[in-house]
């Protein structure tokens, strides 16, 4: 079998772009056009331009689709409207998280998981196996989308001149079918950077004439390609979870500070629930570490697996760092025991190679954008 990483439709675009391409679960990727500075600040002022067809689309159909769901994943499925979409978790058994979802309803029976790229094999291997005894079908969709996200306070207006959907009444975390230059798209007001945006999922053939278009239309308006380099930095400012970092199998989403998305309540049972209710109890009766945010007051940067210490004790591990360029310091995000947890807790540090470097504990997100 080859071991050659997968290449999206836009592959030679990116290349003809001066794109640094790098290999990202087993595609081949942009990581950057320019610096991760400049890609970063445009989508936080103007707008920017994503490839994101490596994310993995499923697509469950069929008169016992929302069972099968609300069985396979601990969300309340039934509760999402056609057009809507909900950010939810597949757990295993033992409550562990096995990714992190966003579910699009399509139309009455028919719905799509939206996996991370890392994950998608899994999540489609764990619902088809979840799927026996529901009337429902289970299918992969990998291959038969590309995405492109634009991002940032200009992306209304810009997308808006390109179709004529009525974008001013898609709401945040809903979609609706569409025609973006010419292009028939799914239209979802989502997005992973912490700013107004929209992805838009279309054929792959359509993926270069889509995004000649939106570079077009937003050529007045400061637009600029992105690579993944700076949707990371975008989303650690938003303090949005990382599979991987934030999330992993051995943390359930109580332990991640995520209990909210189970929904006990939902009807029937689901994968994980005793688990999961174990977890919850757990949780108020012996809080687990709390997922935080770290600010340096010096300029090295902190790295994931590295230690948070207090008074010469471990009392925590960065999951994510990086520099910041809207707070202009390096943050980090980090889980740590939760008598180390509030904010301003004094004495706080990261061990980097040796030394403590001093770090003030902050609320999530670090950046919060102006509605």
């Known amino acids: 079998m080859s071991t050659s990483p997968r290449r999206t439709a836009l592959d030679a675009l990116h290349r003809s772009l001066g794109a640094t391409m790098t290999d990202f679960a087993g595609w081949d990727m942009p990581l950057r056009y320019t610096s991760e500075r400049d890609e970063h600040q445009a989508v936080r002022t103007r707008a920017g331009l994503f490839d994101l067809s490596h994310m993995g689309e499923i697509t469950v159909t069929g008169p016992q689709a929302v069972q099968l769901l609300d069985h396979a994943l601990v969300g309340n499925i039934s509760t999402v409207g056609p057009g809507r979409a909900r950010y939810t978790m597949i757990c295993r058994e033992d409550g562990g998280i096995v990714d992190d979802?966003?579910?699009?309803?399509?139309?009455?029976?028919?719905?799509?998981?939206?996996?991370?790229?890392?994950?998608?094999?899994?999540?489609?291997?764990?619902l088809t196996e979840r799927a026996a005894g529901f009337e429902a079908t289970v299918r992969d969709d990998r291959d038969a989308y590309a995405l492109i996200?634009?991002?940032?306070?200009?992306?209304?207006?810009?997308?808006?001149?390109?179709?004529?959907?009525?974008?001013?009444g898609l709401k945040y975390y809903a979609g609706l079918p569409g025609t973006v230059a010419g292009v028939?798209?799914?239209?979802?007001?989502?997005?992973?950077?912490?700013?107004?945006?929209?992805?838009?999922?279309?054929?792959?053939?359509?993926?270069?004439?889509?995004?000649?278009?939106?570079t077009?239309?937003?050529?007045?308006?400061?637009?600029?390609?992105?690579?993944?380099?700076?949707?990371?930095?975008?989303?650690?400012?938003?303090?949005?979870?990382?599979?991987?970092?934030?999330?992993?199998?051995?943390?359930?989403?109580?332990?991640?500070?995520?209990?909210?998305?189970?929904?006990?309540?939902?009807?029937?049972?689901?994968?994980?629930?005793?688990?999961?209710?174990?977890?919850?109890?757990?949780a108020e009766t012996a809080p687990p570490r709390r997922l935080?945010?770290?600010?340096?007051?010096?300029?090295?940067?902190?790295?994931?697996?590295?230690?948070v210490v207090a008074g010469g004790e471990v009392v925590g591990e960065v999951t994510s760092g990086a520099p910041s360029p809207t707070l202009g310091k390096p943050i980090a995000m980090a889980y740590v025991d939760a008598g180390h947890a509030e904010p301003g807790t004094a004495g706080v540090g990261v061990d980097i190679r040796g030394s403590h470097e001093p770090y003030e504990v902050v609320a999530l997100p670090f950046y919060k954008r102006r509605k």
Not at 250 to 263: E, M, N, S, W
Not at 293 to 302: H, S
């Open 101 to 126: 979802l966003i579910v699009y309803r399509l139309g009455d029976t028919e719905y799509m998981a939206v996996a991370n790229a890392g994950n998608a094999q899994v999540v489609l291997d764990a």
């Open 149 to 168: 996200a634009v991002q940032g306070p200009e992306s209304p207006g810009i997308l808006a001149s390109v179709t004529d959907a009525d974008l001013d």
């Open 184 to 214: 028939p798209a799914l239209i979802a007001r989502t997005g992973y950077t912490g700013e107004d945006g929209f992805e838009l999922f279309v054929e792959p053939q359509h993926a270069e004439k889509l995004w000649l278009a939106l």
């Open 216 to 282: 077009e239309a937003g050529r007045e308006k400061g637009l600029v390609p992105c690579g993944l380099s700076c949707r990371d930095t975008l989303r650690l400012e938003a303090g949005m979870p990382l599979y991987g970092h934030e999330l992993t199998p051995a943390l359930t989403p109580f332990d991640a500070g995520l209990g909210r998305v189970v929904k006990f309540e939902k009807a029937g049972d689901f994968v994980g629930r005793e688990a999961l209710r174990a977890a919850a109890d757990r």
């Open 292 to 307: 935080v945010g770290l600010v340096a007051e010096g300029r090295r940067v902190p790295r994931a697996g590295m230690a």
